[in-house]
């Protein structure tokens, strides 16, 4: 018996059927005595009436109980995400290619539909460069991009993207993601910018070194110069 003792939620467990026996010894005696049938123990009504008590009380626990289970299961999803923290995985090979040459080919995951659409009908006119593709090519990754981006993928990051993106404009970088904004925060000029080997947030992969592969795991991150630790 003691040993049921040892963790706490086992004692509340324990607690909670107790009360629930209670509640129902209480309870059925109580119907019975309305019923007119002679029991000299439940006659007691200091006792019948403690059913008032109990009862509420075990329900209360009860849902004590639910509630600290669901809070559980949610705090290990988010454990799982941390040591995870995938992303799908680029599965166009044209996509990489045409897209992947100056910088990360980047998951959809990380755009909604109508920022991909505003970037690749502006090809032209690409932060400066030219990034125009064959018209056949253009509309292949467009629908790649469209049928996985965040809006289609659900998860805790594509949540956390969508929720933080202002509904009235359409944001052509990641990098202006409130979100994404967010969690890079604390990095100095001095590791991006002005870094040589970084030069700006857009490059991921110069610090995510599992970026090509969809994982954005903080035990992967090395800033070039500054290592593991940020
Ligand atoms: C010729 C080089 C080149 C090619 C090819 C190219 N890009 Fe870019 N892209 C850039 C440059 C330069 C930037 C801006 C980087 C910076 O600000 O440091 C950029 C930025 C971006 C950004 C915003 C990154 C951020 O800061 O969040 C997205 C999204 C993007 N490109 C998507 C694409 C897609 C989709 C394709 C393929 C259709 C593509 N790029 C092909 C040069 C290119
Ligand atoms: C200069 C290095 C650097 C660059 C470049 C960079 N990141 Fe990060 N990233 C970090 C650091 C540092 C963190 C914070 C890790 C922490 O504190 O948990 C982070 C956090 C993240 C997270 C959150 C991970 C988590 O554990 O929740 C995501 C997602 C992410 N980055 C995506 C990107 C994307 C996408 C790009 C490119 C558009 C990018 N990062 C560019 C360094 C970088």
């Known amino acids: 018996m003691i040993h049921l003792f040892k963790r706490f939620d086992n004692f509340q467990k324990v607690v909670k ?3 629930l026996v209670l509640g129902l010894l209480f309870t059925f005696p109580s119907v019975a005595l309305d019923n007119g049938v002679q029991n000299t123990f439940w006659n007691d009504h200091s006792l019948t ?3 008032g008590t109990v009862m509420p009380v075990s ?3 009860n849902e004590a109980v639910a509630e600290e289970e669901e809070e559980e299961e949610e705090g290990e999803g988010e454990e799982e995400g941390e040591e995870g923290n995938l992303v799908p995985p680029v599965t166009n090979a044209t ?3 045409e897209c992947g040459s100056c910088h990360l080919a980047y998951q959809p995951i990380f755009l909604p539909v109508r920022s ?3 970037l690749m009908n502006t090809l032209n006119d690409h932060f400066g460069d030219n990034a125009e593709l064959e018209a056949d090519t253009q509309k292949i990754l467009l629908d790649y991009l469209v049928s996985n981006a965040a809006e ?3 998860s805790g990051l594509s949540t956390k993207l969508l929720k933080s993106l202002p509904t009235n404009q359409t944001l052509r970088r990641i990098t202006e993601i409130p979100y994404i904004k967010r969690e890079h925060r604390e990095l100095s000029k001095k590791k991006v910018e002005n870094n040589p080997e970084v030069k ?3 490059y991921c992969n110069k610090c995510h070194r599992q970026a ?3 994982s954005y795991a903080e035990r992967e991150i090395d800033i070039p110069g500054y290592g593991r630790r940020h």
């Open 212 to 214: 090509e592969k969809g």
């Open 59 to 61: 329900l209360l626990i």
């Open 49 to 51: 009436s403690a059913t």
């Open 17 to 19: 059927s107790a009360l």
């Open 152 to 154: 289609q993928v659900k």
């Open 116 to 118: 991909w659409e505003n």
């Open 200 to 202: 700006s947030l857009s």
């Open 95 to 97: 996509y990489t290619e």
